[in-house]
Structures are given as C-alpha cells and as structure tokens.
C-alpha cells in the first residue's frame, strides 16, 4: 500500500528549515543595514584626510609661487611643525589643533567656519625631517587622522605621506 502526503515529522523538519533560513536571511540583512552608517563613515573619513595631505601640498605649491617673487620664501615656509587644523579655505597653518568639529555646507564641503556640525575632527600633523641641522628640510612628513563616534563607539582613519622640495631649490 503506497502512502500519498507528508507525515507529521516530514511537515515540522520542513518548517523549521524554512525558519532558520529565513531567520539567517533577516539577521544578514539587519547586519548590512546597521554596518551601512559605519561604512559610509569610513569613506567620509578616508577623503577628509586625503583632503588634507593636498591642503598641505598646496601650501608648499603656494610657496613655490610666492619663490617666484621672492627668493627669500623658502619652500616649507608655509607649513610649520606641529599639530593643526586646516579645510580647503586655508592658504596657510594658522589654527593649532584644538578638537574642534568639521561643518558641512550645502554643497557638500567641510570646513570650520561655516555649515551644518558633523561628527567628523581633523588632526594634520606635520614634521619636518632634517638630515643635516644646518640646511633646509629634506622632507615633511604629514599625519592626518580624523576621529569621529558612532553609535557610541569610537572610530578613527589615519593617512600619512612625505612630501619634498620638488623645484629643487
């Protein structure tokens, strides 16, 4: 005699399959839907620090302008060693670190004059690398780091490059 149908146990195995694989389906997605934030965060940070290396190589290119006209402005004269804030309205290193917030404006730029807060803090430090004490430096080493909290947590994105005299004079 040949049974048509699901038995009872055939039934439940077959429903709790479909559970946890819909509960697996559901955590993956709330997990990709609470890392989003985070994420994007991340790339925000990675261009604003980015952003702040080239603050730092226009000012050496400024510096190089200014050369043009007078032989006495030196190529680092514009970045001097320490720890600094600076957005892409600075033509030099004025402001010393002090923690503040980034503000964003409506066309999408960050500085710290105007705009909407952000999370977002911008430390560039500079360092200057002399091999001999009595001549210029060889090279500046620039530090970017920016820190920002999400959800409670702490986050931070560190770029660092060297940048030279590279008119050579």
Known sequence: MKRKGFTLLEV???????????????????QTLSATPV?????????????????????????WLASRGDPNVK??????EGDWQADYTADRLENNYNGAFLNIDSNGFYSYSF????????KINIQKENLDADID???INISVRIDWSEKGRDH???????IQNWYGE
């Open 12 to 30: 439940i195995i077959a429903v709790f399959i479909m559970v946890v694989g819909t509960g697996a389906a559901f955590a993956l997605i709330q």
């Open 39 to 63: 994420i994007k965060d991340k790339l925000i940070a990675a261009y604003l620090a980015q952003e702040g290396i080239e603050i730092i190589r226009n000012m050496r290119d400024s510096a």
């Open 75 to 80: 190529w680092d004269d514009y970045i001097p």
């Open 115 to 122: 705009g909407t807060a952000t999370h977002f803090k911008r």
């Open 137 to 139: 430096p060889e090279k």
């Open 156 to 162: 931070y994105f560190e770029a660092s490059e060297s």
